[in-house]
């Protein structure tokens, strides 16, 4: 199943903003700073390895630091799992799969002051729910700063499947042929104005040719129906 992702921005701090930041933590292609912040993703479930955002570090400590990223489960519904990649950016990072633990940290990275290191989240979501992740950026003596994740799962609408009906040729001589598209088989009927049922067949072809020399002239409504899918009905028109 494809997907629908939406990004939005939430104002609401996690914790007090410092008057002077050593890091900063934006969306990629993004230039607002998130980082106390919460960033939240919604998908339709069920989503599996699916990508859901890119965060951006930003080392303004003046020197360059060796920093890693510790995700904390603030909560997470049962059967879902996640993993991140962190490397700098531009380059190619280590990915670490599901853990389990609430709390985990990943390998370091070194980033020049200045420079930046990309986070990367996936989340396998087979059910509906909320998570909020909490990633922190530390520099292995302490947390510089965090930014929360969190992804609102809905459960997928499953469209049903459409039908495509063309009669041709139409008006009508001798015969007509009845093509179907979206359907393997299906019943198909042709009723007069007065609702009689003149011809009646179950198809398992695509194309159907149907003898109607010996219709009326007049109007009739070739409709076909298969399990499942909304029937679907075409006027068609008897002319010898």
């Known amino acids: ?11 609401t701090l996690i914790s007090a903003a410092a008057s002077a930041q050593s890091i900063t933590i934006n969306v990629d292609g993004t230039p607002t700073d998130i980082s106390g912040m919460e960033h939240v993703e919604i998908v339709v479930s069920p989503v599996s390895d699916e990508h859901l955002v890119d965060f951006v570090v930003t080392n303004n400590t003046g020197s360059t630091q060796t920093l890693s990223v510790t995700r904390r489960h603030m909560n997470m ?3 879902w799992s996640d ?13 670490y799969l599901s853990y389990p633990d609430a709390v985990w940290t990943g390998g370091t990275e070194s980033i020049d ?3 930046q290191g990309l986070l990367s989240s996936y989340i396998n979501a087979p059910s509906s729910g909320t998570s909020t ?5 530390n520099d292995g003596a302490s947390y510089l700063d965090s930014v929360d994740l969190v992804i609102t799962s809905t459960a997928g609408i499953q469209e049903n499947p459409t039908l495509s009906l063309n009669v041709a040729p139409n008006p009508a001589d001798n015969f007509v042929n009845i093509n179907m598209t979206g359907v393997n088989k299906a ?3 042709i009723v007069d104005v007065l609702g009689n049922v003149v011809y009646k067949e179950m198809v398992a072809e695509t194309t159907k040719k149907v003898d109607v020399s010996r219709f009326k002239n007049g109007i009739y409504f070739i409709t076909i129906e298969s399990e499942g899918i909304k029937p679907t ?8």
Not at 1 to 11: A, G, N, Q, T, Y
Not at 234 to 239: A, D, G, Q, S
């Open 113 to 115: 002051n200045g420079g």
């Open 77 to 79: 519904p049962a059967g």
């Open 233 to 240: 009905t075409r006027k068609l028109i008897i002319r010898h």
């Open 133 to 137: 992740i909490r990633y922190y950026i």
């Open 1 to 11: 199943m494809k997907k629908i992702i939406l990004s939005l921005f939430s104002v």
């Open 83 to 95: 993993y991140f990649c962190w490397g700098v950016y531009g380059q190619f990072g280590n990915c």
């Open 187 to 189: 019943n198909v009927k």
